[in-house]
């Protein structure tokens, strides 16, 4: 079935530093691919997003690439800040259906002050 | 903070017995999408409902069935629940044109725990 790798499953950085977290998936009709954020105990928070026929976005300090070819796609955060350790999650839509988001298994982010 | 709400917050059931669970989409959302969250895992997707029909289904038995009602508000309903159910449950809203849309909300979870 459809899958989406996420790597790495953790990751620590000094504040100020970039982290880079990558993720693949599987499905060749996925067209929507989302990164959620979620700190412990709450809600998956959604951050940003990219469509399939745009190959990079950015918002302020995020960013997210797509290789469509490759099946790849990263989130980018540059200048890191502790409130930015949290689990991030990439996913991807599957199944055909707009609605089924396929999710990674989660990244641990820790921004040391 | 979305507008998405959930109730209940927690839940402890005993395996064998039913439970139904609430979410409430954000105001002009017309699609709900009910996620299953293990610990430690991202959330898989169990059903979508678009203006009250089904619209999609993950890889999830019969007995996790779903509602969704005029306001759009939604029911997941678990029969004969298991131990491996035990999970956080998550709900998300989208939409509100013709066509369901890509951005989806997450309303804050009900925990269930399964003994």
Known sequence: ?113 | ETGVTQSPTHLIKTRGQQVTLRCSSQSGHNTVSWYQQALGQGPQFIFQYYREEENGRGNFPPRFSGLQFPNYSSELNVNALELDDSALYLCASSGGGREPSYEQYFGPGTRLTVT
């Open chain 1, 1 to 113: 079935g459809e899958n989406v790798e996420q790597h790495p499953s953790t990751l620590s950085v000094q504040e100020g530093d970039s982290a880079v977290i990558k993720c693949t998936y599987s499905d060749s009709a996925s067209n929507y691919f989302p990164w959620y954020k979620q700190e412990l105990g709450k809600r998956p928070q959604l951050i940003i997003d990219i469509r399939s026929n745009v190959g990079e976005k950015k918002d302020q300090r995020i960013a997210v690439t797509l290789n469509k070819t490759a099946k790849h796609f990263s989130l980018h955060i540059t200048e890191t800040q502790p409130e930015d350790s949290a689990v991030y999650f990439c996913a991807a839509t599957g199944g055909g259906s707009q609605g089924n988001l396929i999710f990674g298994k989660g990244t641990k982010l820790s921004v040391k002050p």
